[in-house]
């Protein structure tokens, strides 16, 4: 476990960021297992648990799939900074929070075989694919990040294996029935946790009907605000990319 030691669930949720730069230090055997067994507790419907968790270290297999998963997410970032102009506007200016960003995201790419541990969130579908089935795994990411987060390290969740996903599943032996939901990155971050960049929190809670006002709820006196921006505006905006 890093130096810096365990913190309480809501530290945890208050503090935990997508982390995209990582040591080289590897995730101890128990610390991983905890992680792990963490994601497991995550709720699903009827209890049915239908994740499954691909874990990527350091073995011969998992060598290729990272050189596919750089490859994947080397593309997709590229795609992405130049359809979002993610060098533009205040991208152009190198002290930016879209700059600074930027740059970490390109190291990330470039550097995603070097990273300790992928996990690959799969689910089993017990039924046809329908648009609600990430409700039954992806509170099993949550768990995961928290658990590496109050453990010292850090993760972000990812669905870029989309680019790479049909030799990925013949490298790995994944059935054509098993959904892969998400990427999951983890390592020592390099930086570090904090609070996040939020919005307000009367944006985004409603009382007693669509938009109407939660008088009684108030943001944390030290939380960190975002600008509201706009659902229908999908480009990169300059307040947090926490």
Known sequence: MPADGEVGALDAIATTRSIHRYKSDPIPDDDLGRILWSATRGPSGSNSQPFRFVVLRDGPRAAKAKGLLGDAFRRSWAEKSGSEGWKKGSGAKPDSRKARTARAMQRFVDRFEEIPVVVLVCALRYRPPHPYEGASIYPA???????????????TIAIWHVACETPLRELLEIPEDVFIAATIPLGVPEGRHGPLRRRPVRDLVYDDAWQGEATWISDEPDARLSSPGSLSHTRYRDSSSD
Request: aromatic share 6%.
């Open 141 to 155: 990411c949550q768990n995961l990040l928290l658990a590496a987060r109050a453990l010292g390290y850090g993760g």
